[in-house]
């Protein structure tokens, strides 16, 4: 959860995210910080912390509106992300850290969760529907 009005409208709602092997879920993990973003398809996790758990490439997709370019070729991986306290199975996509400062909380993971913006008091909290 957010709680800083200044923050939220400098920065956008960003929340601490957990990466995990998805084959070693308890031994390898990586926390990101990642940008709420409801305008995103997928979930992209910076590349560093996909490296750092060794996790092997699925296949390879291109995507739009992250960088300059048009469309940006990048690795999926099959991981283990735990938002909210919340594990979720999901692909992503990897850019490198320099293409993309934290990682995107895209809306395959947001159609699971409760999303709170309450710009007035600069709060933003994810959570699971009751």
């Known amino acids: 959860m957010i709680d800083d009005s200044i923050s939220l409208r400098v920065d956008g709602p960003i929340v601490d995210v957990d990466v995990a092997d998805r084959d070693r879920p308890q031994d390898a993990v990586a926390s990101v910080s990642m940008l709420i973003d409801t305008g995103a398809e997928l ?3 910076p ?3 996909i490296d750092a758990l060794g996790i092997p490439r699925m296949r390879d997709v291109e995507i739009a509106g ?3 370019q048009a469309f940006v070729p990048c690795p999926v991986f099959r991981i283990v992300l735990h938002v909210a306290g919340v594990p979720f199975d999901v692909d992503v996509a990897a850019l490198p850290r320099e293409e993309v400062a934290g990682g995107i909380l ?3 993971v947001l159609a699971h969760l409760v ?10 909290s994810l959570k699971v529907n009751p």
């Open 43 to 45: 979930t992209v996790v």
């Open 47 to 49: 590349r560093d912390a």
């Open 66 to 68: 992250v960088v300059p």
């Open 106 to 108: 895209g809306r395959d």
């Open 115 to 124: 999303l709170l913006y309450d710009g007035p008091r600069g709060v933003v």
